[in-house]
């Protein structure tokens, strides 16, 4: 998540659920909080019932604005708009904690003369070059790159800081140098009037005007102001630019690492937090390190610390966690000779994420697929051409525990069987129940579980599977003495269990693979126990850095421990890095290491002990004294004073101006979504510049503003229903047995739908029913100009599988990524409806039908939006 | 920007009262009660235990004024039906295998209980009077007649006469807004009609005894008493429930009503024995087409009206407006 | 001892996880798959098979600025009323007060009369349908050896009356009931009645100090049913979340029965003995 990660330094949720209880306002915007997570709300009624007012920002009246004190409508994908809005009103009213501010952020840094922002060039920064984005340096997990490097539609050569003779960032306390960020900030922010919010988001001024001084009022030295997002606000073209504005606007009140306060980024799967962790991303390697790359030259080792390193900061010590990791996979056989086997890694050659492969998949390049835990035919985008290349693989393996939309995508209506070629495997997975294993939370806590139950049938777990498949190659290449069957050869490849019954029937040891994950000393085999014991020379092995020290030794795995308090639950589970369960939580004391107030202590510096103490693990060197000086010139951790407390970035503070690796500005400004129904009444600059396209028959668009799309789409979850699953427990299904989606009254009466019966919604790429939910707490808006604005939910859970039944939104929803993560703009399109159902498919759908090769795209990889043409189409 | 006027949108436009009109005072007009699981068989089981208890007083009754013919219809019919009710019963039972269950206690607070009891002891005193009826008609040897208790058949009266009522306490003793609001009419009237029909059942099982004339002609008086205060107490009821009594009165189930119980039960019955009484011949006995049309017309009336309580009973379940406010 | 609900609707967040609870513990069979369009709710009211349901009701108008705006959810349950009705009516007895003063249906012991559905005044309870016709899945969940084991578990074959057993089993082995424990934000408080109702007119206060009508349904009011063991906080009218605002206890109209049934019969008779004459023997 780089829009924390630059921000702050790390990609996690800077604080925890339990936490919530002590703020005094809680900000939830781009979440359905109450609905999507359920059990980790108590903690916000907690707050409520303590007093805290809650507010929810989101298109939609739903079971969290219900349980709200304050609702405030808003028109899906504005966000920026909205918060950049309470930024400028923060700014031009003096309302921001100015000590915080001027101590822990970058608010005073000074950008090189060169930078120009959105106001000069009405909506681009500068150094904007239109070409196709390559890969950046620690895009996710931040850390702010040199990033001198051209990254997709930008240069970031402007975007850059003045440096002194010592190497360090130049800086205005004072905060008036009119290069200084805090300055630019208010130019940039200047035109996000309480006017234009109404005019872009719909959002009633006095509504927005009570947010604004709700946020205000409750935060400062006595009383902070937790934010609590989700997937609301990052699957957008300009998702990370979302969290961006809200990571600023935390700064501006000075809220981040002090209790009650943070960002509340809530994953979603009980397991996502893991999964990016241990590196599902095709960009990265455990613990977020950044995956080689030929666009990057990073051919040998050395050229890939010298790039990845940095030279300030916690990233100074990544040639410890790379040689570590490297240590871990290749064991004996990486040597300092060999690079450490450092060329057996794969390198990226451009975006491999899901979305490019897919289009990979379409034109015969991908030939085989493996789904594991995943129901892309269901969940996915324009899920007509997924489904359509997966006819045309070779072969597809699916490891799941349910047969459903995408283990059986040739069963799907119109499709014909008898025309596809592609080989099939299913393989039955263990449920978590059947399994022993960990889940990493939204907390970051690991929490190890047990197998409750064998596994049903002939199902296996998918550690058995991929341990199984491991072991299989490298009896398929023993003896081989070709070079490039090393990689599987030297891997290291032993997790036999521990117990005897189950190493009988192949079950691999989770426990040993965590313990490898934690780390060891080559030598003596021992485990680390912190990752402060990583080595650069080969002397120990881990295999995902940040984890290190939830097996301190071979008999203590401290994700079983389960002990609970009401608070910070120290010693329940284990929470990455180190235990903490607070980011940065240096910042809950002033500059001297005193709390800012004794309502809001958490960690404080304890002058008798001569170390940080509090109710947390101190994200900070622990005897590290709040008045020691940075030393100029100094590298590491020493370029840093006792008083930086974002120990990751180069300059130990929270970044509001961020200087690269961001495709798309160092800054947010606000663009409308690819399918909207308004110009952007900001800026001429309709889009996000840097947002990718694939512009294909197979994937056609909406269109900026069609007339013909006049309404808003959004998509989204609900309590009852979650993936397969829950659509085959009869007790769930019940409770929501059908596809519905929600419309506002008058939108209803015009179109002369009724509630309960079957409406059909229509996109560019295809059409879907559903029945209507009509409802009150949908509100048309008016925005700018008087333009009303009739917005329709539609929960995404549904397929033909399970006892609840109904199409997907997928059918409705093309193919864009967002620069950054390349994450699709789910939350936010437009379409048409109509009353009744659609037809019935029979023939194929246009995603069937094979691109021509002129319009294909090279290993499916997108295109850069580039600078609209809008000023002259609005002439 | 000022919010424009909202167009008035009708109601079932909304999944709830998103309108902002007066909120409507209930949940989506679904009913607050639920539905009654009782079918036909229950109401069978209302029918002919009432002409069972009334076949029973009516058996104490010959008894007194020693009408003999009367005296072994009376018998024999109460015998009969008190083996056919339970079975009934049973029948709609969810688990019949557990029918015996009913005889775990005895609840005086419980219409079901009382009733359930007092069908075993009427079937037991009918039994015993039944069987001293066959010795005295000779089919059972004589000694039998010695178990005759003296005051077996009053008791089987007794017996009888709570049977004919108890079904309409257990009725009005429920939340279902039309029977609680009948709490008066509902029995009194079940006694009414149950006395009808066993005048209606014994007259026409005399119409085969060559000296049951005199019994048909008093059991058509005896009718035509039961049917006038039936009659009255219905339309008493009707003024009375007012928008409650809506699911009996009104509609195809009032049609029904006033056709079948109403006309055909009541009216055209007492019209037919009208004529028996301007034919001053007492001795004569009546007419056998007009016995028998007027029996089987009072006994299409009776079944009809314990079906209208039923169905009506159900029908006033579904309005929630009425189950809101109970009547006391 | 006697133990109930508090439940309290400002705390519910309408997530139905004590519906599911409550079905899977007591191995409920859903009630099939039919869409409402009534807001949130496609359970629609108790049943013999849904001994908890979460009612939504929508107060929200189209207007932005939804000053008015609410959308309560509240988790219906049987009330376990101190004078009940379905208890009074049950011919059997199947209906027991429990060693923790909860109404018990006794599934083995109940008859399948169907007397005590029309007898309550809140229209909980149900009949059980005949469960194995919905084979095809639920009843693949139910456990064949507890169903046999465990009184409150249905029992297969249905055809018996079915409602909330305040999870009698799990309070015998010292656990809370299911849908209390599955709630997240304890919307659902189990425990002694007496502390919860202090509890609760605590909360009550605190809210109306806040400015909200809150208000208790079911505790110390003057209704024949006597107060409720579980009961209710709600913010609008009764009748909003289909409760009736004065239930009346049905056996009240015994006596008038009774009564107006003895009149009729001794007009009969005296008809009779008029009619019928005394005979001259
Ligand atoms: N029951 C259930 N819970 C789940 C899941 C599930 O499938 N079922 N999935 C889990 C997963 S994988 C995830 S990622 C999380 C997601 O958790 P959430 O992000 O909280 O859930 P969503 O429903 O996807 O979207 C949240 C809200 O975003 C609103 N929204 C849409 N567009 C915008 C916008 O432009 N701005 C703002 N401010 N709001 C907008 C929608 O109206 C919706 O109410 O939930 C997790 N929890
Ligand atoms: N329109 C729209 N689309 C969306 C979203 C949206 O908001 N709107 N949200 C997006 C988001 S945030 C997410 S996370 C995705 C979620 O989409 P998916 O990742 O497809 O999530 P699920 O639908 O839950 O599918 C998970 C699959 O894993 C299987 N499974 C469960 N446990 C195991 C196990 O232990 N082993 C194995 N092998 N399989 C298992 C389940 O049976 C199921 O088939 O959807 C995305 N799609
Ligand atoms: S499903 Fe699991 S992760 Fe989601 S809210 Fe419930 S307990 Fe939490
Ligand atoms: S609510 Fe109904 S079912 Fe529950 S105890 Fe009271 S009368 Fe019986
Ligand atoms: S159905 Fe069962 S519980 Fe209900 S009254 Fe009859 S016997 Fe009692
Ligand atoms: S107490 Fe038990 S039976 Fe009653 S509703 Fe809760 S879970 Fe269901
Ligand atoms: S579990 Fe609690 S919060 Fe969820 S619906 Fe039930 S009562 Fe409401
Ligand atoms: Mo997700």
Not at chain 1, 634 to 651: R, V
Not at chain 1, 722 to 743: D, K, M, N, V
Not at chain 1, 758 to 764: G, I, M, N, S
Not at chain 3, 159 to 186: N, S, W
């Amino acid at each position: 998540m780089p829009g924390l990660g630059t921000s702050f330094g790390r990609g996690g949720s800077t604080t925890f659920l339990q936490d919530l209880q002590n703020a005094d306002c809680i900000l939830i915007e781009g979440s359905n909080f109450a609905e999507a997570h359920p059990v980790g709300f108590r903690f916000v009624v907690k707050a409520k019932e303590r007093g805290a007012t809650i507010i929810h920002v989101d298109p939609r009246f739903t079971r969290t604005s219900a349980l709200a004190d304050h609702y405030v409508p808003i028109r899906s994908g504005t966000d920026i708009a909205f918060l950049g809005g309470i930024i400028n009103w923060v700014l031009t009213n003096n309302r921001y904690f100015r000590e915080y501010v001027v101590a822990y952020t970058n608010a005073s840094s000074i950008v090189v003369d060169t930078f120009k922002g959105t106001e000069d060039l009405d909506g681009l920064f500068s150094g904007f070059h239109g070409g196709d984005t390559g890969l950046t340096a620690m895009s996710h997990y931040g850390g702010a790159a040199q990033g001198r490097d051209s990254i997709g539609g930008y240069d970031t050569e402007t975007w850059q800081f003045e440096h002194d003779d010592g190497g360090a960032v130049k800086r205005d306390d004072t905060l008036q140098h009119p290069r200084c960020v805090f300055q630019i900030l208010r130019r940039h922010f200047s035109r996000y009037t309480p006017e234009m919010v109404e005019r872009v988001c719909g959002t009633p001024q006095n509504l927005f005007l009570l947010v604004c001084e709700t946020l205000a009022k409750n935060s400062g030295r006595d009383r902070t102001t937790a934010f609590a997002y989700a997937v609301g606000w990052t699957q957008h073209t300009v998702g990370v630019q979302y969290i961006r504005t809200a990571a600023i606007l935390q700064m501006l009140l000075g809220n981040v690492g002090r209790p009650g306060g943070g960002v509340m980024a809530l994953r979603g799967h009980a397991n996502i937090q893991g999964a990016t962790d241990i590196a599902t991303l095709y960009d990265l390697l455990p613990g977020y390190l950044p995956m080689p790359s030929i666009e990057r030259n990073e051919q040998t080792l050395a050229d890939y610390l010298k790039i990845n390193t940095k030279r300030t900061g916690w990233w100074s010590n990544l040639p410890k966690y790379v040689i570590s990791q490297l240590k871990a996979f290749y064991g004996d056989a990486a040597t300092k000779e060999n690079d450490y086997c450092f060329d057996y890694l794969p390198q990226l050659t451009g975006d491999h994420s899901t979305i490019p492969t897919t289009f990979a998949m379409k034109d015969g390049v991908v030939k085989g697929y493996f789904v594991i835990g995943q129901n892309p035919v269901t969940s996915g985008q324009n899920t007509g051409l997924i489904a359509a290349s997966m006819d045309r693989l070779q072969w597809f393996v699916n490891i799941d525990s349910y047969e459903n939309e995408s283990s059986s995508f040739w069963k799907r209506e119109g499709a014909d069987p008898t025309k596809i070629g592609t080989e099939c495997f299913f393989l039955p997975a263990a449920t978590v129940l059947e399994k022993d294993g960990t889940m990493t939370n939204t907390n970051r806590l690991l929490q190890f579980h047990d197998k409750a139950v064998e596994p049903a049938g002939e199902s296996k777990s998918d550690l058995w599977y991929l341990y199984e498949l491991g072991k299989r190659l490298k009896k398929l290449y023993a003896g081989s003495t070709q070079p490039k069957d090393r990689p599987i050869l030297d891997m290291t490849w032993d997790y036999e269990h521990e117990n005897e019954r189950e190493r009988k029937r192949g079950e691999p040891s989770a426990s040993r693979v965590m313990q490898e994950i934690n780390g060891y000393v080559v030598a003596t085999g021992e485990q680390l126990k912190d990752f402060t014991e990583c080595r650069d020379d080969g002397s120990t092995a881990c295999g995902g850095w940040i984890y290190s020290g939830v097996y301190p030794d071979k008999n203590t795995n401290r994700a079983r421990s389960r002990k609970g308090d009401a608070w910070t639950a120290l010693e329940w589970g284990f929470a990455w890095p180190s235990n903490r369960r607070m980011l940065y939580n240096r910042a809950s004391a002033d500059p001297d290491g005193k709390p800012w107030s004794e309502r809001k202590k958490y960690v404080w510096w304890d002058e008798q002990a001569g170390e940080w103490t509090g109710v947390d693990v101190p994200d900070f060197a622990k005897t590290k004294a709040p008045n020691t000086p940075a030393t100029a010139g100094a590298s590491g951790m020493d370029a840093h004073s006792g008083a930086d407390p974002f120990i990751m970035q180069l300059d130990g503070r929270a970044q509001m101006f961020v200087a690269g690796p961001l495709k798309d500005g160092p800054l947010p400004a606000h663009y409308e979504p690819l399918a909207s129904v308004i110009h952007n009444q900001l800026y001429s600059q309709q889009h996000n510049p840097s947002l990718k396209e694939f512009r294909r028959r197979d994937n056609p668009y909406n269109g900026s503003v069609n007339a013909e799309y006049p309404y808003v789409l959004t998509t989204y979850r609900i309590t009852e229903l979650s993936g397969i699953f829950t659509r085959y427990i009869p007790w769930l299904a019940e409770l929501q047995p059908e596809a519905f989606c929600e419309i506002d009254p008058e939108l209803a009466v015009q179109k002369g739908i009724r509630n309960g019966e079957y409406v059909t919604l229509t996109t560019a790429v295809g059409e879907i029913e559903a029945r209507a939910l009509v409802s009150g707490r949908m509100k048309p808006l008016r925005i700018a100009d008087g333009k009303r604005v009739h917005q329709i939910g539609l929960p995404y859970l549904y397929g033909n599988f399970g006892f609840t039944k109904g199409d997907t939104s997928g059918d409705l929803i093309s193919l864009s990524m967002d620069p950054n993560v390349s994450i699709h703009e789910a939350k936010t399109f437009t379409c048409d409806i109509r009353a009744g159902r659609r037809d019935r498919r029979t023939g194929p759908l246009l995603q069937d039908s094979p691109v021509p090769a002129d319009e294909q795209i090279p290993d499916g990889q997108p295109q850069t939006h580039g600078i609209d043409q809008l000023k002259t189409e609005r002439t | 920007m000022s919010e424009p006027v909202l167009p008035a949108l009708p109601d079932e436009a909304y999944a709830g009262a998103g309108n902002g009109k007066v909120p409507q005072l209930n949940y989506f007009n679904r009913p607050l009660l639920r539905k009654l699981h009782w079918d036909e068989r229950v109401i069978t089981y209302l029918f002919l235990g009432g002409a069972m208890g009334g076949s029973g007083v009516l058996a104490a009754l010959a008894q007194r004024s020693g009408n003999e013919p009367l005296t072994r219809t009376s018998r024999y019919l109460s015998l009969a039906l008190a083996v056919a009710c339970p079975a009934v019963l049973v029948s709609h039972l969810g688990r019949p295998e557990r029918f015996h269950h009913m005889l775990r206690i005895a609840k005086l607070k419980s219409p079901m209980s009382m009733g359930a009891w007092a069908l075993v002891g009427f079937g037991a005193l009918a039994a015993l009077n039944a069987g001293g009826q066959l010795s005295r008609d000779g089919v059972l040897p004589a000694w039998i007649r010695r178990l005759e208790a003296p005051f077996g058949v009053r008791l089987q009266g007794m017996l009888g006469a709570f049977t004919t009522g108890y079904t309409g306490v257990l009725l009005s003793a429920t939340a279902v807004p039309l029977w609680a609001r009948g709490k008066y009419h509902i029995p009194a009237a079940s006694v009414c009609s149950a006395i009808a029909s066993a005048c209606a059942l014994n007259s026409l099982a005399l119409t085969r005894d060559r000296n049951g004339g005199e019994a048909q002609i008093k059991l058509e008086r005896l009718e035509a008493c039961a049917s006038v205060l039936e009659l009255g107490l219905l339309l008493h009821f009707r003024s009375h429930a007012g928008a409650t009594g809506k699911p009996m009165f009104e509609g195809a189930r009032g049609e029904r009503l006033r056709t079948w119980t109403i006309g055909a039960g009541i009216l055209a019955p007492l019209a037919l024995n009208a004529i028996s009484l301007l034919t001053r011949n007492h001795k004569k006995r009546p007419f056998v087409l007009r016995a028998l049309l007027g029996g089987a017309l009072t006994l299409a009336g009776g079944y009809i009206f314990r079906e209208t309580l039923i169905e009506a009973g159900k029908a006033s379940c579904e309005d929630p407006e009425q189950a809101f406010y109970q009547s006391k | 001892m006697s133990t109930g609900f508090f439940t309290d609707t400002t705390l519910c967040i309408g997530c139905k996880a004590c519906e599911v609870a409550c079905k899977q513990w007591n191995e409920l069979p859903s009630d099939g798959f039919a869409f409402t369009g009534m807001s949130y709710d496609n359970t629609v009211h108790l049943s013999g098979t849904t001994w908890r349901h979460v009612a939504f009701v929508e107060n929200v108008q189209m207007d932005p600025q939804g000053l008015s705006d609410h959308w309560s959810m509240m988790s219906d349950v049987c009330k376990h009323c101190t004078h009940a009705g379905c208890l009074e009516a049950c011919p059997t007895g199947a209906i027991i007060r429990n060693e923790f003063d909860n109404v018990y249906i006794q599934p083995d012991v109940c008859n399948g009369c169907g007397y005590c559905v029309p007898s309550c005044p809140f229209g909980v309870v149900d009949m059980i349908g005949q469960v194995a016709s919905n084979a095809a899945y639920n009843v693949a969940t139910l456990n064949q050896e507890r169903r046999e084991r465990d009184e409150t578990a249905v029992q297969g074959r249905g055809g018996v009356a079915g409602k909330c057993t305040l999870c009698y089993d799990r309070q015998r082995d010292g656990f809370i009931p299911a849908c209390a424990k599955a709630c997240p934000t304890e919307s659902i408080q189990f425990g002694d009645v007496d502390e919860l109702k202090a509890r609760a007119h605590e909360r009550a206060q605190t809210l109306k100090e806040r400015g909200l009508d809150a208000s208790l349904y079911g505790v110390g009011w003057d209704s024949s049913v006597g107060d409720l063991n579980a009961f209710f906080l709600l913010t609008d009218r009764p009748e909003r979340y289909n409760l009736p605002p004065e239930p009346v206890l049905p056996s009240t109209r015994q006596p008038a029965g009774y009564g107006a049934a003895a009149a009729a019969a001794l007009v009969m008779f005296a008809c009779g003995l008029a009619i019928f004459g005394r005979s001259p023997s």
